[in-house]
């Protein structure tokens, strides 16, 4: 082989050994997203994500399924059914505690967002004036974990409150009926239900009464984390990017959501109030400056603490047990 025949191929093979990885990543690796519940505005983003090529430009061909409640799907991640999901991360914490192999990953609302309901004709401001009064919630929803909380924080027993467990989406019902008193919620999800359906209401917050909480964030499973680290980051840098582009024009990512979820067009509005309620909630309350995503030591110890204090977990693990940084984008 003459000279320039070598130089050639030498040639050839430098382009090869630098252009693999990008024609490896130009090969979409896929990868299934579970929610915590059917949609919501919240969820829109990851849609959006989607329908903007934005999870396509990290090398993920993303799907997305929806789920019946974070009791339920940290089962589902346990399992490793579906080893990725978007659920409320003091469930995760009670999974864990109990030997379940989850963790959480990203923070996406980090502020407690749980409230007790009531009709503004009859409104309930504290947790003691639950006593005596039917309260509605199913138990595997994030609020009726958290529940035991609110009660033991405030000094009320369980056994003068009449509770009423319906199925899963039923309670709102109960509530405008006038067959509940009070129900458990989240501001981004059921506020906006209610105004929907012109009913006015009355709320109080489990922050406002010793209730620490981050809420709904990215969780995994940790045999599965480990064989697929590189598609956990590029998941959450797709993620960031989703979130970013969705604070600066939540109407855009409703409408960009909305073209993947044609059968939910007639939601639009639902939908943009409730992601407009879910973005005031991202930040985390211990580091207000961190990067989205990123978590606070100190955020979890206080939840962690609640938990331990109100006897909703027996043993606390190791804060590194329950939650990483390590795949966030910074």
């Not at 252009?19 to 896929?30: E, F, G, K, Y």
């Not at 909380?149 to 109960?174: D, H, Q």
């Not at 981050?214 to 680290?229: K, P, T």
Request: a positive charge; hydrophobic letters at 45%; glycine letters at 8%.
């Amino acid at each position: 082989m003459d000279t320039s025949m070598k130089r050639r191929h030498l040639s050839l093979g430098l382009l090869g050994a630098v252009a693999a990885p990008h024609l490896a990543r130009a090969q979409s690796q896929t990868l299934a997203l579970k929610l915590d519940w059917s949609l919501y505005g919240t969820h829109c983003v990851f849609y959006a994500g989607i329908a903007r090529g934005l999870y396509k430009a990290e090398g993920l061909d993303l799907s997305i399924s929806e789920g019946n409640s974070s009791g339920n799907v940290v089962r589902l991640v346990a399992a490793g059914t579906d080893p990725l999901a978007f659920i409320d991360l003091g469930t995760m914490a009670i999974g864990a505690s109990n030997g379940m192999p989850v963790r959480g990953v990203f923070g996406i609302h980090q502020k407690n967002p749980m409230v007790m309901i009531s009709a503004a004709a009859s409104p309930v401001r504290s947790p003691k004036e639950m006593e005596g009064r039917v309260v509605a919630m199913a138990p595997s929803e994030s609020t009726a974990q958290m529940f035991p909380a609110l009660l033991g924080r405030n000094g009320v027993e369980a056994s003068k409150i009449s509770v009423l467990n319906p199925a899963i989406g039923a309670k709102n019902a109960l509530l405008m009926q006038g067959r509940a008193d009070v129900v458990t919620g989240v501001t981004y999800f059921a506020l906006p239900l209610f105004a929907r359906n012109n009913f006015a209401t009355s709320h109080f917050a489990y922050a406002d009464f010793g209730v620490s909480a981050l809420e709904s964030g990215i969780v995994v499973n940790r045999v599965w984390a480990e064989q697929n680290e590189d598609r956990i980051r590029r998941f959450l840098a797709g993620t960031a990017k989703a979130f970013a582009a969705a604070r600066q024009d939540p109407a855009g990512a409703i409408d960009a959501a909305l073209t993947l979820r044609t059968d939910r067009a007639r939601d639009r509005d639902l939908l943009l109030h409730q992601l407009r309620l879910s973005l005031e909630l991202t930040a985390s309350p211990a580091d207000p400056s961190a990067p989205f995503g990123v978590m606070a030591e100190r955020d979890w110890q206080a939840m962690i603490t609640t938990m331990t204090e109100t006897n909703m977990i027996r043993q606390a693990l190791p804060l590194e047990q329950y939650f990483t940084n390590a795949y966030a984008p910074r």
